[in-house]
Each structure stands twice: as C-alpha cells, then as structure tokens.
C-alpha cells in the first residue's frame, strides 16, 4: 500500500529553520506532482508548494514565497521542504501529498490524494 511518512517537524525559534522531508514507500510517485500543505488548529488546510514530476516547475502559496523552498530526489522517492525565516504564524501540522488532479491549477487539497499522517512544526517568539 502506498504511504507518505513526514519527518523532520519540531520546535524553532522564530527566524530559524527547518527542513522537512516526505518519504514515499509501496510504489514510486516519481511521475507525479507533489505537494506541501499546512494546517493550523481551528483553521483550514492551507496550500504551500508544489512541484512537478521532474522538480524544475514549482509554485508556492504568497504567505510561502522566498522563505520556503520545494524540491525532490526521485531516486529517494523523497520529497523536501526547506523552511526559513520562520514565523510563529507558521506554527502548524505540515503535511504532504501526491497530486493525482490536475482539474485546477495545485493549490486545492481536493486534487491530491495519499497524504502523509502531518509532522507538527512549532515557531515560538
């Protein structure tokens, strides 16, 4: 069965860094766009990033752009998200998934189908 682990959330600082990282096991998603979502308590599932099959395309959310950045090894069948300057408005359960819908243009949960279970990444002041 095809599974996405996350791993890499934790405690930051504000103004520090993280890096996430989403493994793929029971079949390859090589061939697929992926993508990084986020949700924080009392609030909806909120778009990040994605990127497409080969990881020369990417696109982020504007609350994102120029402090995270998307990328993949297809050899790993692992995706990343490096996240900088963190804020404590970042503070949320990330989560990633694999685009299996392209009825839009990525940035809606509904065109992404096996998710990971979220790794909680937590910005204090």
């Known amino acids: 069965q095809a599974q996405l682990v996350e791993s890499g959330g934790g405690l930051v600082q504000a103004g520090g860094s993280l890096r996430l990282s989403c493994a793929a096991s029971?079949?390859?998603?090589?061939?697929?766009?992926m993508g990084w979502f986020r949700q924080a308590p009392g609030k909806e599932r909120e778009f990040l990033a994605l990127?497409?099959?080969?990881?020369?395309?990417?696109y982020y959310a504007d609350s994102v752009r120029g402090r995270f950045t998307i990328s993949r090894d297809n050899a790993k069948n692992t995706i990343y998200l490096q996240m900088d300057s963190l804020k404590p408005e970042d503070t949320a359960v990330y989560y990633c998934?694999?685009?299996?819908?392209?009825?839009?243009?990525?940035?809606?949960?509904?065109?992404?189908?096996?998710w990971g279970q979220g790794t909680q990444d937590t910005v204090s002041s």
């Open positions: 998934a694999v685009r299996r819908y392209y009825r839009d243009d990525g940035t809606r949960a509904g065109e992404y189908t096996t």
């Open positions: 029971g079949r390859t998603f090589s061939t697929f766009g």
């Open positions: 990127i497409d099959w080969s990881g020369d395309n990417t």
